[in-house]
Protein backbone atom coordinates (compact mmCIF):
# COMPACT_ATOMS: atom_id res chain seq x y z
CA UNK A 1 0.00 0.00 0.00
CA UNK A 2 1.30 3.29 -1.34
CA UNK A 3 1.63 6.06 1.36
CA UNK A 4 2.95 9.67 0.90
CA UNK A 5 4.66 10.90 4.27
CA UNK A 6 5.27 14.75 4.06
CA UNK A 7 7.86 17.12 6.17
CA UNK A 8 6.76 19.18 9.09
CA UNK A 9 4.90 22.45 9.83
CA UNK A 10 6.42 25.63 8.85
CA UNK A 11 7.18 29.19 9.80
CA UNK A 12 8.22 31.50 7.45
CA UNK A 13 8.49 35.51 7.05
CA UNK A 14 6.51 37.47 4.08
CA UNK A 15 9.40 37.30 1.36
CA UNK A 16 10.85 34.15 2.07
CA UNK A 17 10.78 30.49 0.61
CA UNK A 18 9.72 27.49 1.44
CA UNK A 19 10.20 24.06 0.34
CA UNK A 20 8.22 21.13 1.54
CA UNK A 21 8.82 17.52 0.75
CA UNK A 22 6.52 14.03 -0.29
CA UNK A 23 8.24 10.77 0.75
CA UNK A 24 6.74 8.00 -1.10
CA UNK A 25 6.85 4.38 0.02
CA UNK A 26 5.32 1.39 -0.64
CA UNK A 27 5.59 0.72 -4.89
CA UNK A 28 7.89 2.26 -7.26
CA UNK A 29 7.93 5.72 -7.73
CA UNK A 30 8.47 5.84 -11.44
CA UNK A 31 4.78 4.53 -11.98
CA UNK A 32 2.67 7.39 -11.04
CA UNK A 33 3.00 11.37 -10.76
CA UNK A 34 2.66 13.88 -7.74
CA UNK A 35 0.56 16.85 -7.36
CA UNK A 36 0.44 19.77 -4.65
CA UNK A 37 -3.10 21.44 -3.52
CA UNK A 38 -2.98 23.88 -0.85
CA UNK A 39 -6.38 24.61 1.16
CA UNK A 40 -6.03 28.00 2.87
CA UNK A 41 -7.70 27.85 6.54
CA UNK A 42 -11.34 27.63 5.80
CA UNK A 43 -10.85 27.29 2.32
CA UNK A 44 -11.32 25.52 -1.03
CA UNK A 45 -8.77 23.12 -2.19
CA UNK A 46 -6.44 25.00 -4.92
CA UNK A 47 -4.14 22.81 -7.29
CA UNK A 48 -0.32 23.78 -7.92
CA UNK A 49 0.81 21.66 -10.22
CA UNK A 50 2.81 18.38 -11.07
CA UNK A 51 5.68 16.01 -11.46
CA UNK A 52 4.64 13.40 -13.90
CA UNK A 53 7.23 10.85 -14.42
CA UNK A 54 6.61 8.74 -17.42
CA UNK A 55 6.33 12.27 -19.51
CA UNK A 56 8.91 13.81 -17.74
CA UNK A 57 6.98 16.86 -17.44
CA UNK A 58 6.50 19.33 -14.76
CA UNK A 59 3.23 21.41 -14.83
CA UNK A 60 2.50 24.53 -13.16
CA UNK A 61 -1.23 26.08 -12.37
CA UNK A 62 -1.25 30.11 -14.08
CA UNK A 63 -1.99 31.33 -10.59
CA UNK A 64 1.47 29.89 -9.60
CA UNK A 65 3.98 29.77 -12.67
CA UNK A 66 6.98 31.77 -11.83
CA UNK A 67 6.72 31.13 -7.95
CA UNK A 68 6.62 27.40 -7.57
CA UNK A 69 8.72 24.60 -8.65
CA UNK A 70 8.66 20.91 -8.21
CA UNK A 71 11.45 18.57 -8.45
CA UNK A 72 11.33 14.89 -7.75
CA UNK A 73 14.37 12.80 -6.33
CA UNK A 74 14.12 9.25 -7.86
CA UNK A 75 17.20 7.71 -5.31
CA UNK A 76 14.88 8.79 -2.10
CA UNK A 77 11.38 8.50 -3.40
CA UNK A 78 10.67 12.17 -3.15
CA UNK A 79 8.90 14.94 -4.45
CA UNK A 80 9.34 18.57 -3.64
CA UNK A 81 7.90 21.74 -3.80
CA UNK A 82 9.09 25.22 -2.69
CA UNK A 83 7.51 28.07 -2.88
CA UNK A 84 8.91 31.69 -3.47
CA UNK A 85 8.11 35.41 -2.66
CA UNK A 86 5.76 34.04 0.60
CA UNK A 87 2.60 36.40 1.41
CA UNK A 88 0.37 36.29 4.21
CA UNK A 89 -2.38 34.81 1.99
CA UNK A 90 0.16 32.02 1.44
CA UNK A 91 -0.62 30.46 4.69
CA UNK A 92 -2.58 27.21 4.44
CA UNK A 93 -2.03 23.21 4.49
CA UNK A 94 -0.18 22.11 1.64
CA UNK A 95 -0.88 18.63 0.55
CA UNK A 96 0.58 16.16 -2.16
CA UNK A 97 -1.21 13.90 -3.83
CA UNK A 98 -0.76 10.58 -6.33
CA UNK A 99 -2.35 10.27 -9.44
CA UNK A 100 -4.26 7.13 -9.93
CA UNK A 101 -1.65 4.79 -11.98
CA UNK A 102 -2.31 4.54 -15.47
CA UNK A 103 -3.91 1.34 -16.27
CA UNK A 104 -2.13 -1.67 -18.43
CA UNK A 105 -3.71 0.07 -21.64
CA UNK A 106 -1.43 3.07 -20.73
CA UNK A 107 -4.55 5.28 -20.10
CA UNK A 108 -3.59 8.25 -17.95
CA UNK A 109 -6.03 9.14 -15.18
CA UNK A 110 -6.53 12.54 -13.62
CA UNK A 111 -7.54 12.04 -10.44
CA UNK A 112 -6.07 11.79 -6.51
CA UNK A 113 -6.36 9.00 -4.73
CA UNK A 114 -3.34 9.04 -2.07
CA UNK A 115 -2.82 11.87 -0.10
CA UNK A 116 -0.15 12.94 1.98
CA UNK A 117 -1.13 14.05 5.55
CA UNK A 118 -0.67 17.74 4.62
CA UNK A 119 1.95 20.23 5.77
CA UNK A 120 0.95 23.61 7.54
CA UNK A 121 3.08 26.80 5.94
CA UNK A 122 2.59 29.62 8.64
CA UNK A 123 3.79 33.18 7.06
CA UNK A 124 3.76 35.66 9.86
CA UNK A 125 5.78 38.65 10.43
CA UNK B 1 -8.10 31.09 -14.22
CA UNK B 2 -11.66 31.12 -12.07
CA UNK B 3 -13.00 27.58 -9.57
CA UNK B 4 -15.93 25.66 -10.98
CA UNK B 5 -18.81 26.50 -9.17
CA UNK B 6 -20.79 24.32 -6.28
CA UNK B 7 -23.23 25.33 -4.57
CA UNK B 8 -22.19 26.58 -1.04
CA UNK B 9 -24.23 23.90 1.17
CA UNK B 10 -26.71 21.09 0.61
CA UNK B 11 -28.47 19.52 2.93
CA UNK B 12 -30.72 16.54 3.40
CA UNK B 13 -32.47 14.43 5.71
CA UNK B 14 -31.14 10.49 6.61
CA UNK B 15 -32.25 8.37 3.97
CA UNK B 16 -32.72 11.29 1.52
CA UNK B 17 -31.00 11.85 -2.01
CA UNK B 18 -29.02 14.98 -2.84
CA UNK B 19 -27.18 16.15 -5.38
CA UNK B 20 -24.57 18.52 -5.61
CA UNK B 21 -23.88 20.40 -8.64
CA UNK B 22 -20.24 21.37 -10.49
CA UNK B 23 -20.93 24.09 -13.23
CA UNK B 24 -17.54 24.47 -15.24
CA UNK B 25 -17.18 25.74 -18.98
CA UNK B 26 -16.37 24.56 -22.66
CA UNK B 27 -12.61 24.49 -21.57
CA UNK B 28 -13.20 22.13 -18.28
CA UNK B 29 -16.21 19.92 -17.32
CA UNK B 30 -17.68 20.95 -21.07
CA UNK B 31 -15.34 18.95 -22.77
CA UNK B 32 -13.44 16.65 -20.55
CA UNK B 33 -14.41 12.98 -18.57
CA UNK B 34 -12.14 14.02 -16.46
CA UNK B 35 -13.83 14.90 -13.45
CA UNK B 36 -13.62 13.64 -10.00
CA UNK B 37 -15.42 14.02 -6.72
CA UNK B 38 -13.97 14.33 -3.37
CA UNK B 39 -15.01 14.40 0.54
CA UNK B 40 -13.46 16.01 2.79
CA UNK B 41 -14.18 15.74 6.45
CA UNK B 42 -12.79 18.29 9.28
CA UNK B 43 -8.76 18.35 9.82
CA UNK B 44 -8.51 15.46 7.00
CA UNK B 45 -7.17 15.33 3.74
CA UNK B 46 -9.34 14.82 0.74
CA UNK B 47 -10.78 11.19 -0.39
CA UNK B 48 -11.81 10.08 -3.54
CA UNK B 49 -15.15 9.34 -4.28
CA UNK B 50 -15.33 9.69 -8.25
CA UNK B 51 -13.20 9.70 -11.16
CA UNK B 52 -14.04 9.98 -15.16
CA UNK B 53 -17.02 11.35 -14.38
CA UNK B 54 -18.87 8.15 -12.79
CA UNK B 55 -16.30 5.79 -12.10
CA UNK B 56 -15.79 4.83 -8.54
CA UNK B 57 -12.54 3.86 -6.97
CA UNK B 58 -13.06 0.20 -4.80
CA UNK B 59 -14.08 0.29 -1.20
CA UNK B 60 -16.17 3.58 -2.19
CA UNK B 61 -20.39 2.84 -1.45
CA UNK B 62 -22.18 2.78 -4.81
CA UNK B 63 -24.32 5.01 -2.58
CA UNK B 64 -21.58 7.89 -4.04
CA UNK B 65 -22.69 8.02 -7.83
CA UNK B 66 -21.15 10.86 -10.70
CA UNK B 67 -22.94 12.25 -13.97
CA UNK B 68 -22.43 14.87 -16.41
CA UNK B 69 -24.45 16.98 -19.22
CA UNK B 70 -23.09 19.38 -21.22
CA UNK B 71 -21.25 21.80 -18.76
CA UNK B 72 -22.13 20.80 -15.35
CA UNK B 73 -21.34 17.45 -13.84
CA UNK B 74 -23.48 16.03 -10.41
CA UNK B 75 -22.42 14.21 -7.34
CA UNK B 76 -25.63 11.92 -6.28
CA UNK B 77 -25.81 10.51 -2.67
CA UNK B 78 -28.61 8.28 -2.31
CA UNK B 79 -29.75 6.82 1.00
CA UNK B 80 -28.13 9.96 2.92
CA UNK B 81 -26.23 8.65 6.18
CA UNK B 82 -25.18 10.55 9.07
CA UNK B 83 -21.26 10.16 8.20
CA UNK B 84 -21.67 11.73 4.65
CA UNK B 85 -21.81 15.07 6.77
CA UNK B 86 -18.47 16.69 5.44
CA UNK B 87 -16.95 18.68 2.78
CA UNK B 88 -17.37 17.63 -0.76
CA UNK B 89 -15.32 19.35 -4.11
CA UNK B 90 -15.14 18.83 -8.01
CA UNK B 91 -12.15 18.46 -10.16
CA UNK B 92 -12.11 19.15 -14.22
CA UNK B 93 -9.08 18.69 -15.70
CA UNK B 94 -8.57 21.90 -18.04
CA UNK B 95 -5.92 22.82 -20.78
CA UNK B 96 -3.62 24.71 -17.77
CA UNK B 97 -4.34 21.85 -15.55
CA UNK B 98 -6.42 20.89 -12.63
CA UNK B 99 -9.48 22.92 -11.67
CA UNK B 100 -11.19 22.51 -8.16
CA UNK B 101 -14.72 23.49 -7.31
CA UNK B 102 -15.16 25.94 -5.04
CA UNK B 103 -16.69 23.47 -2.28
CA UNK B 104 -20.02 22.21 -1.06
CA UNK B 105 -20.87 21.61 2.63
CA UNK B 106 -23.23 18.75 3.25
CA UNK B 107 -25.41 18.79 6.52
CA UNK B 108 -27.43 15.79 7.82
CA UNK B 109 -30.59 16.99 9.09
Known amino acids: QVQLEQSGAEVRKPGSSVKVSCKASGDVFINYAINWVRQAPGQGLEWMGN????????NYAPNFQGRVTIVADESTNTTYMELRSLGFGDTAIYFC??????????????????WGQGTLVTVSS | QSALTQPASVSGSPGQSITISCTGTTSDVGTYYYVSWYQQRPGKAPKLLIYDVGDRPSGISSRFSGSKSGNVASLTIAGLQAEDEADYYCTSYTTTGLLFGTGTQVTVL
Open chain 1, 51 to 58: FIPVFGTV
Open chain 1, 97 to 114: ARFLPTDSSGYFYYAFDI
